[in-house]
């Protein structure tokens, strides 16, 4: 695979999928060689705007398919633990979107079919491969603020969504934390690692679900992060790393910054932003060629976006389900809590 192009094949044809299959077409390393969906006609249709060879009305004809490299999962992310699970046991390469699954048990069960098949997987948390993100999570691990002392974070929609819509729907797993808080939560964990404790509050719709959310993740060193997701409300989408020799404030889009701030005790502000050569801020490139990258070096998990990273990420957000009382039809009473532990839902 060191000097062919990744041959991709894509699960799903929503609008994430499309917006990914828009940037693979335009990277000469990389062909998107297939696509599935459940309808045909869908799958026919999203074939034929991306000039994909090949179009399957049905899962288990892709997952057959060995002329493909890797898998990009952009189901509903219900469905991820088992379209992900597919694509594994036929012995493909996955890329899988976030939230990785709907709790930490199901992205365990995808994580040792990976590690017990020597397959690579990988959560699209595409985040984490952002030049930005990476440039200024460098900065911390410099020493550029000092010790971490506090993150904040925050992603909301003003909405209204309709009781119909999937952001609703437990069966899907709507709410606002799977959809969104899993950029704040991640965005702490980065930085912060998994914490030892954690505290939350959310409004719950009709439905079950959470409308909007608050935590307080803290650490063992003293470490807290203050993060918020909303369906109800537009947020300023910022983030701020405060250490204790400096801040980092990043403005709006802290998932895809074009910018951030670094103020350093003494000295004058300083402004980082984007390379325009890294193309537009939105771009999930950075993303695949991690996964293409790491495909060709022969490795299994990305160190960019880990998986061990991963299932910590899924266990806090399990464990602020818990405290809030959201649960999704189906699962067991027992999830893990982020230190590990059984926690009794609320």
């Given at each position: 695979m060191t000097e062919q192009k990744v041959r991709w094949g894509i699960l799903a044809t929503g609008g994430m999928a499309a917006t990914?299959?828009?940037?693979?077409?335009?990277?000469?390393?990389?062909?998107?060689?297939?696509?599935?969906?459940?309808?045909?006609e869908s799958a026919k249709a999203?074939?034929?705007r991306f000039g994909i060879p090949r179009a399957y009305g049905d899962w288990d004809t892709l997952a057959a398919d060995d002329e493909l490299d890797v898998v990009y999962v952009a189901t509903p992310h219900s469905a991820h633990r088992a379209a992900a699970g597919l694509m594994l046991e036929a012995g493909h390469h996955v890329l899988c979107e976030k939230p990785f699954t709907l709790n930490a048990g199901e992205a365990a069960e995808l994580v040792a079919l990976a590690r017990d098949g020597g397959r690579f997987l990988m959560e699209a948390m595409w985040m984490y491969c952002h030049p930005m993100v990476r440039r200024l999570k460098a900065l911390v691990d410099d020493g550029a603020i000092g010790e971490v002392r506090h993150v904040q974070a925050d992603f909301g929609l003003a909405g209204p969504f309709p009781a119909t819509h999937r952001?609703?729907?437990?069966?899907?797993?709507?709410?606002?934390?799977?959809?969104?808080?899993?950029?704040?939560?991640?965005?702490a964990q980065l930085l912060l690692g998994e914490p030892s404790d954690l505290t939350a509050r959310a409004m719950l719709s009709e439905e079950g679900v959470d409308l909007q959310?608050?935590?307080?993740?803290?650490?063992?060193?003293g470490a807290l992060a203050s993060v918020h997701c909303s369906i109800v409300g537009g947020t300023a989408t910022s983030a701020s790393i405060t250490g204790s020799k400096g801040r980092i404030d990043v403005p709006d889009g802290f998932f895809f910054p074009e910018r951030?701030?670094?103020?350093?005790?003494g000295q004058d502000?300083?402004?980082?932003?984007?390379?325009?050569?890294h193309g537009p801020r939105?771009?999930?490139?950075?993303?695949?060629?991690?996964?293409?990258?790491?495909?060709?070096?022969?490795?299994?998990?990305?160190?960019?976006?880990?998986?061990?990273?991963?299932?910590?990420?899924?266990?806090t957000l399990d464990a602020i389900r818990d405290r809030v009382g959201v649960r999704y039809p189906g699962e067991a009473a027992g999830r893990v809590a982020a230190d590990g532990a059984a926690v009794t839902p609320a």
């Open positions: 990914f299959a828009a940037d693979l077409v335009d990277m000469p390393d990389a062909e998107v060689a297939a696509v599935a969906s459940r309808s045909t999203f074939a034929e952001l609703r729907d437990p069966a899907l797993g709507g709410g606002a934390l799977l959809d969104l808080g899993v950029y704040p939560v991640s965005f959310t608050g935590a307080l993740l803290s650490w063992e060193n951030f701030v670094l103020h350093r005790e502000a300083e402004e980082f932003a984007a390379d325009p050569l939105a771009s999930l490139k950075h993303e695949a060629a991690e996964v293409m990258r790491a495909l060709r070096a022969g490795e299994t998990e990305s160190p960019v976006v880990p998986l061990d990273g991963t299932l910590a990420v899924m266990r």
